[in-house]
């Protein structure tokens, strides 16, 4: 598993937050999306051989959202 944080433009309130949950959770190969508002931050733990952070980066742009990787990482 990986984990990436995305800084996320367009957000104005926390009801943006759960959209965003809402539409990466819906991408095959994503276990986890939480939102921080406060931070304008969402963390994503996703399968890196079923989904690419470049496709969770489309589908949030899709929902409205532009995203900036901060940092990625993995977990065994």
Avoid at 23 to 37: N, Y
Avoid at 54 to 73: C, D, H, I, K, P
């Amino acid at each position: 598993m990986h984990i990436s944080t995305l800084e996320i433009e367009g957000m104005m309130c926390s009801g943006c937050g759960e959209i965003i949950e809402r539409a990466a959770e819906k991408i095959p190969g994503i276990e986890k999306c939480t939102v921080e508002f406060s931070k304008s931050q969402a963390t994503v733990v996703y399968d890196p051989q079923l989904v690419t952070m470049e496709t969770v980066q489309r589908a949030l742009a899709g929902a409205g959202y532009s995203t900036q990787v901060v940092e990625n990482s993995s977990v065994a």
